[in-house]
């Protein structure tokens, strides 16, 4: 206790402080707090600002000048997007691949770090570099195309998932927390005739539910981000799309107008749709409403989460 | 982080005299049975694409598969090193690269120790929780708030411009953006989250070395040079390695979502060309050339880096 006042008490001065609450020390932590203020600003405004305008009635936003607070609230945007046909699809398949995902990657992921925690597992290194020399040569992205497509794993769900269960990095961050259970736990259940299965699933998981949790969150925010798969994967079957795929094309199809438009206000195809989809709403507004629903969730998640993933990448960065 | 692969290891010969093949499988059967579904996934999912790489070197088509196309020799690679864009694509691939190694690099190490001298600990929490936000958040999401805040017709940046009577630009379209627009946005993405572990670093340092600093009268500046700073320095170095290693590895994804047609001179990199030849244009052979081209300059590059690391600083990835 007494250590840890002395340890906080001094790591401050050893930063950025120019002696101990000296004038030039004053100076140095305001010029640091305003510096850490603008950075949490810059980090905020940008998901806000996309806030307000999902609240805004679109065609009142396309005039501009709204930066703080949206100027005519509505829910149009929010009820649009509801509309739209994919919508329920796209956040089914988004939740749906997410949830399988973490569970049969932390399943297999962990199991696997289990098995080479093994120390004297005849063939061990052999093995270990097996997996290792895939993270530094791989087949690429048409080859893996060329083998997606023999599987016939194109438009096809699994897509999703199976070619994400391993993560040799993962692993390796499994192992080296399984290194830190005592040894003595396995061996005395062994003795008491525990199969390994049985260790793996009541002695090793349990103890190991914050990296559990923290490989979990990586691999399910990296799932319910992913629009690459679905764009290029999944071309063809639209309803098999997760979020962020829809996310990315609607996007992509405004940028289309602007690049054909860069200068005059408001291109006519904008207009045009803006028409067909609602009177108020605008292809804008919309994007903005699928932006907040697409984010949202991360959002008010993440937080709860936050010491789990601060576990996580320190236990990745161990040293064997 | 660091993967050391244990040389020597005469554990399997031991093993040997002391155990026949059903003992070792009743002893290690469990173990190599978890392992199973790993080697077979490694097989079909890594090492198989592996095999593919072939149509780099043949004429691919879809009727007679990867083993069944003609060979044509190193054609898609003469073809790459004479394409009219391949200077461009290369210093592309490199500028960006580098680019985002000088400045992404030193930027989290300065947020750590920016946060580290926060006395006040709700503030020091808030900034921090903000500042790892982005990394969560799809790229996809990003590009659109970066398209929502600089686009010519709806954007903040040009609205602001409006107000006080200037003409709007088109910010994503001029090519000396481009640059600038993938290190910020990089940085804006990932400083926070870099900083965690430069963070866990300087909460190790032992406070009485700051101690014996006061002590002897050492001001601020010394102590960031002389005590900090070597501090963490373990955790620099194999970063930094790290980081060269992975060199050659642009985000596709990224480039991707920024890039707009004026800036195609600046912006294509070898993986966003790839995708392009390969899954847009079909050629599938000439796109994996340039995708062997890549992995063997990157596979090199990491060679290298870990060769001279462990020479020059003693930290090696293997």
Known sequence: MKRDRKKEKYRYEGSLSLGKASTPYKIGQVINYTLLLLLGIATLYPFYYAFILSLNEGQDAMRGGIYLLPRVVTLENFRQALRHPLIFSSFGISVARTLVSVILSCFFTSLLGYAMTKRDLPGRSLIIFYFFFTTLFSGGLIPNFIVYRQ????????IYVLPGIYSFFNAI???TFFYSIPA???????IDGCSELKIYFRIMLPLSLPVLAAIALFVGVGNWNDWFTGTYFVSRRRDLWPAATLLHDIISAAAFEIRLDPTTGISHDQQQRAREIAETTTPESLKMAFLILLTAPIVLIYPFLQKYFVKGVLIGSIKE | MRLKRRRGNNSTLFLKRKYSFRGVMRRYGAFYLFLLPALAWFAIFQYYPITGIQIAFKNYRFSTGIWGSDWVGLRYFRDFLSDPHFYNILRNSLVISFSKLFFLFPAPIILALMLNS?????YRRTVQTLSYLPHFVSWVVV??????????????????????GLDTIYYLGRRELFLPFVVLSD?????????????????????NLYEAANIDGANGFRKLLHITLPGI??????LFILNLGGLLANNMEQILLLQTPNTYEVSEILETFILRRGLRMNQFDY??????????VSLFLIVVVNKVSRKLADVSLW
């Open chain 2, 187 to 207: 940085m804006w993405k990932g400083i926070g989250f870099g900083s965690i572990i430069y963070l866990a670093a300087l909460s190790g340092i032992d406070p």
């Open chain 1, 151 to 158: 599987l016939g794993l194109l438009n096809n769900f699994w």
């Open chain 2, 118 to 122: 926060v006395k006040n600990v709700p």
């Open chain 1, 184 to 190: 003595s736990l396995q061996e005395s259940a062994r």
């Open chain 2, 287 to 296: 796109a994996t050339a340039v995708g062997l081209f890549r992995s063997v």
């Open chain 2, 233 to 238: 320095k373990p955790t620099i170095g194999i």
């Open chain 2, 143 to 164: 590009a659109a708030l970066i398209h929502k805040f600089f686009s010519p017709t709806i954007g903040l940046i040009n609205d602001l411009r409006i107000d006080r």
């Open chain 1, 173 to 175: 961050i499994f192992r």
